[in-house]
């Protein structure tokens, strides 16, 4: 019998954020923004606001919500973040990163894999497309 994987193997160091393409990057600091209270929300909403047009900056914003939350209600265990200040690339992190990436690059196959290390198999589709 194995034994159960330690929850804070998600917040484990795998690199720097620095390490990231822009787009991993991004999608690793809306994450943190996106779990680090209203204040940190309403810097976020204010972030896409800045570079996008009204309309597609709440449904981006929503957009990307969505997916946090779904990854919270769906996942496997609780996923671990560094803080907001934190150079490091926790696995979780880099986890959701590579699948932003995968899936805005249309890579299903591989959306779908990274999926499924972060929400439980039954819905690793549902969150890859």
Request: aromatic content about 8%; proline content about 5%.
């Amino acid at each position: 019998m194995s034994k159960p994987q330690s929850p804070t193997r998600g917040g484990a160091a795998v690199g720097l954020l620095t390490d990231l393409p822009p787009l991993e990057a991004g999608a690793v600091r809306y994450f943190r923004y996106w779990f680090s209270g209203s204040e940190a929300r309403a810097d976020l909403r204010q972030a896409f606001s800045g570079t996008l047009a009204p309309d597609l900056a709440d449904s981006a914003f929503d957009c990307f919500g969505q997916l946090c939350d779904f990854c919270v209600t769906h996942g496997r265990r609780p996923l671990v973040r560094h803080g907001m200040t934190c150079s490091c690339l926790g696995a979780d992190e880099n986890c959701f990163a590579n699948l932003v990436a995968a899936a805005t690059q249309g890579e299903v196959a591989d959306a779908e894999l990274l999926a499924s290390l972060i929400v439980t198999p039954q819905k690793a589709q549902t969150l890859s497309t």
